[in-house]
């Protein structure tokens, strides 16, 4: 017994462009998605307000703020030596204008006061960055 | 230590900002403070003077300030609360305060020292909110 002859091998299109191509596009969407989830993340956790598309942290001063100069400016020669010398529990936050140095920040380069940061509980620090 | 405290606040879902004001003579210095922490630090000026002049505090001093923008606590590290972040209690006392302006509930059990008064309301011997403090483990060294 002679096994049956192979048939003669048929002339297939190679598809394995296609195919190949097919892979990379969809491992392209797999990794667009991926990479925009991360991103939403990251930004969520950042800033710490849910929900936010923002990939900044903090709030974000009016437009005004970022062509702002800071103030109020004290001239010490007329300055009057200030009455109060302690922070007053209930009071509002003082009104003074500085810029932000945080890179990170929504208000960076910005020049804006604690104001800004009402609507939500604030801790402010007194550091010195040396 | 206060990014770690923010980033913890922020996973709770406590609604808090934090701000740093960087001493007018350490202007040179502010990258020291941007580079750790994501925060907005803002730049404090010979002419503004918001240390001194504006919120008359010194070095490592903390305020809290409730939504409304009103000042519910005024932590002075030279004061007789303990605010020393790389210590247990130093944090969760400045935690708690934080969450207590966010929430209007007192979430930790900290002696006062007798200087402040709370704008929120402080329950009696209110319990210690397990979620709210961090184990001592948690803490680890290192100011700003």
């Avoid at chain 1, 002859?5 to 596009?25: G, N």
């Avoid at chain 1, 969520?44 to 062509?67: E, I, M, R, W, Y």
């Amino acid at each position: 017994m002679h096994p049956a002859p192979c048939p003669a091998r048929r002339s297939v299109p190679d598809r394995t462009p296609v195919v190949w191509s097919l892979w990379v596009v969809a491992l392209v969407a797999v990794g667009l998605a991926a990479c925009a989830d991360s991103a939403s993340t990251s930004s969520t956790d950042a800033s710490g307000s849910q929900g936010s598309a923002k990939s900044c942290v903090g709030p974000t001063p009016l437009a005004a703020a970022f062509s702002a100069k800071p103030g109020p400016v004290i001239d010490p020669a007329t300055a009057a030596t200030p009455t109060q010398q302690a922070p007053v529990l209930g009071q509002k936050a003082p009104q003074f204008a500085l810029t932000d140095q945080q890179p990170l920040s929504c208000g960076y380069k910005a020049t804006y006061g604690l104001q800004t940061f009402a609507g939500k509980a604030t801790l402010v620090a007194l550091l010195a960055g040396w | 230590m206060l990014e770690k405290m923010r980033l913890e606040l922020a996973k709770q879902g406590v609604p808090v900002h934090f701000v740093a004001i960087n001493k007018r003579d350490a202007t040179a210095y502010a990258t020291a403070l941007t580079n750790r922490c994501s925060f907005a630090v803002l730049q404090d000026t010979d002419g503004v003077q918001a240390w001194d002049i504006q919120m008359f505090g010194h070095k490592d001093d903390f305020y809290i300030y409730v939504p409304d923008g009103t000042l519910l606590d005024h932590l002075p590290a030279s004061g007789p609360r303990n605010t020393n972040l790389s210590t247990a209690e130093g944090y969760q006392l400045v935690k708690a305060r934080l969450v207590q302006a966010a929430t209007g509930v007192w979430a930790g059990d900290v002696p006062d020292g007798g200087s402040t008064a709370d704008a929120a309301g402080r329950p009696d011997g209110g319990a210690m909110d397990a979620s709210a403090v961090d184990s001592a483990a948690d803490v680890t060294a290192g100011g700003g």
